[in-house]
Structure formats: structure tokens, C-alpha cells
């Protein structure tokens, strides 16, 4: 089993800072993407930012300039550095992780998701 324990929510001011963090453990074999997701209340989850294995990062156009995702591959974590925070950022963040595990003998890939850590932007 796979276990995605998020941290680093919280309440903030509108301009500031959060960064939020995001470790993968279990059986692993290994990441292929790890990212991002938040949901508003009313309102459908949606891609924030996401890395690939090999670096390459994609992020949604409304967090663009202000969201950096960086991932350690060696502690099989993900963060996401989030500045000049606005009151429509506030979400619940999820972290999500397409990870290849070994099962009956050949590997596959799941995907996963954390419980979600709480992002509020104050006006």
C-alpha cells in the first residue's frame, strides 16, 4: 500500500506565502508524476501543477508566475511553493502521485491521492 501524508496548509493574508509538502511511502517501486489538485467548495477539482519523473513541470494558467513545483526524488516528495496568494486560491489541496508498484510479479502503475491539507487566503 501507498500512503501520500500532505502538510504545510493554513491560513494566510492575501499576497503571502505557503508552501505545502507531500511524501510518497510504501511500496514503491517508482514515481512516474507527482502534483497538485485543489477544490473549492461548489466547485470541481482541478489540476494546480504537476512533475514528471525527468523534471518536466505543468502547471494550470491561473498559478502560473506564482506556483513552483519541485519534486526530491530521493525522499519520494513533492512541494509546491505558492507566493502572492489571492482569496480564490483558497481550496483543499491534494496531493496526487502515479506510482508503479510491483503486484503478483509484474509491475503496474496506480494512482493515489493524499488526504488534503487546507489553503485559506484572507482578503
Known amino acids: 500500500q501507498v500512503r501520500l501524508v500532505e502538510s504545510g496548509g493554513g491560513l494566510v493574508q492575501a499576497g503571502g506565502s505557503l508552501k505545502l509538502s507531500c511524501a510518497a511511502s510504501?511500496?514503491?517501486?517508482?514515481?512516474?508524476?507527482m502534483g497538485w489538485y485543489r477544490q473549492a467548495p461548489g466547485k470541481q477539482r482541478e489540476l494546480v501543477a504537476q512533475v514528471v519523473s525527468g523534471g518536466s513541470t505543468n502547471y494550470a494558467d491561473f498559478v502560473k508566475d506564482r506556483f513552483i513545483i519541485s519534486r526530491d526524488n530521493a525522499a519520494n516528495t513533492v512541494y509546491l511553493q505558492m507566493n502572492s496568494l489571492k482569496p480564490e486560491d483558497t481550496a483543499l489541496y491534494y496531493c496526487n502521485a502515479l506510482i508503479t508498484q510491483e503486484k503478483l510479479g509484474s509491475l503496474r502503475s496506480f494512482q493515489y491521492w493524499g488526504q488534503g491539507t487546507q489553503v485559506t487566503v484572507s482578503s
Open positions: 510504501g511500496s514503491i517501486v517508482s514515481i512516474n508524476r
